[in-house]
């Protein structure tokens, strides 16, 4: 199932509108929802935390999607706005306890 994802929540100031928004599955909507993969904003790939091992025991599959690259729509218009995904991106940092997010991913 695909499902529509904020990048800014809602609560914290995130538009209803298309730069606010990914078209995610639902697993993936989940895993953004509670820190556990993000968006990098400069070279528009995924990085999946370590925690989902840490605290899971779990994630092998979700580590093969990290460093894939997002192919976004040529309509500027409709791409996610770099200051939506560096928001997320820097929360993401935060729940990882500041640390770099290039972990090795084994």
């Known amino acids: 199932m695909l499902q529509a994802a904020h990048i800014?929540?809602?609560h914290k100031g995130g538009e209803n509108e298309?730069?606010?928004?990914?078209?995610?599955r639902s697993d993936l909507h989940t895993l953004v929802d509670h820190h556990y993969l993000t968006i990098e904003p400069n070279d528009r790939t995924?990085?999946?935390?370590?925690r989902l091992h840490d605290d899971f025991d779990n994630g092998k599959y979700y580590?093969?999607?990290n460093g894939t690259?997002?192919?976004?729509?040529?309509?500027?218009?409709?791409?996610p706005s770099m200051?939506?995904?560096?928001?997320?991106?820097?929360?993401?940092?935060e729940f990882e306890g500041g640390a770099s997010t290039s972990h090795s991913l084994s």
Do not use: C, M
């Not at 995924?46 to 370590?50: A, K, Y």
């Open 46 to 50: 995924l990085v999946v935390s370590q």
């Open 83 to 93: 200051d939506n995904l560096s928001y997320r991106y820097e929360l993401f940092k």
């Open 69 to 79: 690259r997002l192919a976004y729509p040529d309509n500027p218009l409709l791409v």
């Open 8 to 10: 800014r929540p809602h």
């Open 63 to 65: 580590y093969e999607l």
């Open 18 to 24: 298309v730069r606010n928004g990914l078209l995610l």
